[in-house]
């Protein structure tokens, strides 16, 4: 079969503020590595963004679009395609935007005041997708988890800056719940591009990031990739921080760390 690779989640320093590398300095390493594509999604503005929250709403959108820009700007000299995204943050968890553009986030300013479930049925109208990124991440900065199954299209079983047992659990939790999963390397660094297995592999050329979507709501034509070790089972049921579960009205429980996988 042949494979057609592309990254689906990578952070430019034009519009976040984690990144250390401009977007045109991804395209030449992406294409060395024999990606045939990739998806900017910088954080957004609720996020680790660098763009001024002081800037009026279409000055906001204007400047956070500009990685995604100069990255398809140097693509489409280099002969990579480049897509848009973008990171949405609601603290604890994390959420990648696929399908939109910058005309639809100019026409939804209201979109920093709408809560899980409001993005996630104006993203669906739209035509749009909605993964929750790295879903068990444990770090510093995160004081729980929390696991909305019933309000997306899928999630992020594999991040490759993410503990492989940390994916191990987001695995177990999609197959739970049947959802759709995707692979990302979450990179912030083009010196890091090719190190480890990052994004996924289409049997088929995207045209548009409204290809990406379709495969991914249909859940054919692709696979994730993985080290090996980060989709085996979980090693463990614990979690370091509280686990909170959503089920389809918006009402959570705690998830205990014991016996996480009997009560999900």
Known sequence: MNQ?????????????????SWACEYIQPYVNAGYSGII???HFFNGNSCISRSLPWEQ?????????ENAKQAGEQAGLAVFFGWEHSFGNDEYLIYGLDKTWL??????MEWDHLQLFEAV???????IQAHPFRERFYLSAIHLR????????????ENDAEFDRKACAYAQKYELAMTSGSDIHDAAKVGLVPGGMAFDHPLHTIADFVKAIKERKGYEILSDETHVQPPKSSDSDIPVYLYDA???????????TWSQL
């Open 40 to 42: 900017v999604t910088d």
């Open 149 to 160: 199954p019933f309000a997306v299209h899928g999630i992020e079983a594999v991040n490759a």
């Open 60 to 68: 906001r959108v204007q400047q956070f679009c500009k990685g995604y």
């Open 106 to 111: 100019l026409a939804h300013p209201q979109i």
């Open 124 to 130: 669906d109208n739209s035509g749009g997708c909605m």
């Open 249 to 259: 009205s918006g009402s959570k429980k705690r998830v205990h760390a014991y016996n």
């Open 4 to 20: 057609f690779l592309y990254e689906t989640h990578l952070h430019t320093r034009e519009a976040s503020a984690c990144s250390v």
